[in-house]
């Protein structure tokens, strides 16, 4: 059972659907699962929507609500956010409910209601087993949107396990379909995404540690993107980072699942940046993302380092 009463009563109030900054796929379509059920619900992104998030928006024909609040009467819903860094800033209520699928989670006020399932590989099986356990009806479209976010958080099934495919399968019966899936996200990048991508591999350095790559790369946005695409390209562990005038910075790291199964783990790489140099950080062992302060170059050179040192004491 996921629901205790306080949070069914929270659920009967107006909903604030409010994901993370830069929302991926899989928040969107959490909150655009949720907000197919509950009528009386508004998505909500602080800090912007990432080019897949929003063609899912637009082809479910979903509004979202780009500032949010100071103050929510009713229950406000974080969405795929372990902390309340990567979504601040969340409006004041006296009802809030953080749902997510993160390794960690931590920094909510003690009275917040947390859903945690760290086990899931995305917040949109959650979601789906929520609706599933408040016995409403999930439409076609629903459907769809939360097998795109499964779809992505897992990297079309790579880092999926059996409840995965449970959960796909379910939805799968309920009226989803994977061609329609495939079609939502496979849409042509605009064109600053792509130079970008291609900025990151111009501009990528990479050492060999052992058997291992490590590849670094600097970009002014798309950073998780930046950072798959070093993975394909042969890296075995890929740091991406970006910072702006204001002092602001964050990596965005990824591992392959080969090295991931031998026992690396991202999470705990920048939970060590987080002791260091402050600020926030979430994630998998084979995706995680770090937000702070301070210069981009130096703190990636420091997870660098720790990632090293991580890959000499695999077996």
């Known amino acids: 059972m996921l629901l205790n009463d306080k949070i069914k009563k929270a659920f009967d109030n107006d909903l604030l659907l409010l994901v993370h900054h830069?929302?991926?796929v899989d928040s969107i379509a959490s909150a655009i699962g949720l907000n197919s059920v509950f009528k009386k619900s508004?998505?909500?992104?602080?800090?912007g929507v990432s080019s897949h998030g929003q063609k899912l928006a637009s082809v479910m024909n979903i509004e979202i609500m780009e500032k949010p609040p100071e103050s929510w009467g009713g229950t406000v819903v974080v969405l795929d956010s372990p902390n309340p860094e990567h979504c601040?800033?969340?409006?004041?209520?006296?009802?809030?409910?953080?749902?997510?699928?993160?390794?960690?989670?931590?920094?909510?006020k003690k009275e917040t209601e947390v859903i945690h399932l760290p086990q899931r590989t995305s917040t949109a099986e959650i979601i789906l087993d929520l609706i599933l356990e408040m016995d409403l009806e999930?439409?076609?479209s629903c459907a769809n949107a939360l097998l795109c976010g499964i779809y992505t958080d897992t990297g079309q099934f790579r880092h999926a396990n059996g409840e995965t495919f449970r959960a796909a399968s379910v939805l799968a019966k309920v009226g989803a379909d994977p061609q329609e899936v495939i079609n939502i996200l496979d849409?042509?990048?605009?064109?600053?995404?792509?130079?970008?991508?291609?900025?990151?591999?111009?501009?990528?350095?990479?050492?060999?540690?052992?058997?291992?790559?490590?590849?670094?790369?600097?970009?002014?946005?798309?950073?998780?993107?930046?950072?798959?695409?070093?993975?394909?390209l042969g890296a075995d562990i890929a740091l991406v980072s970006s910072?702006?005038?204001?002092?602001?910075?964050?990596?965005?790291?990824?591992?392959s699942n080969r090295i991931v199964s031998e026992g690396f783990n991202l999470t705990?790489?920048?939970?060590?940046?987080?002791?260091?140099?402050?600020?926030?950080?979430?994630?998998?062992?084979?995706?995680?993302?770090?937000?702070g302060k301070g210069d981009p170059e130096a703190i990636s050179e420091i997870a660098k380092q720790k990632c090293i040192r991580s890959i000499r004491q695999l077996p």
Not at 88 to 97: G, R
Not at 243 to 255: E, L
Not at 268 to 290: D, R, W
């Open 243 to 255: 910072g702006n005038k204001k002092g602001d910075m964050r990596i965005s790291t990824r591992a």
């Open 268 to 291: 705990t790489i920048l939970e060590e940046i987080v002791e260091i140099n402050g600020g926030s950080s979430g994630g998998h062992p084979g995706a995680a993302g770090y937000n």
């Open 22 to 24: 830069h929302a991926d």
């Open 187 to 232: 849409s042509e990048r605009p064109m600053i995404q792509k130079t970008t991508f291609l900025k990151a591999a111009q501009q990528m350095k990479w050492i060999q540690e052992g058997k291992r790559i490590i590849a670094e790369s600097r970009v002014k946005s798309f950073e998780s993107g930046s950072a798959r695409l070093l993975i394909v």
């Open 88 to 108: 601040n800033p969340v409006p004041k209520s006296e009802s809030i409910v953080v749902i997510d699928h993160h390794t960690k989670i931590e920094g909510w």
């Open 42 to 47: 508004t998505i909500c992104a602080s800090d």
């Open 138 to 140: 999930i439409s076609k």
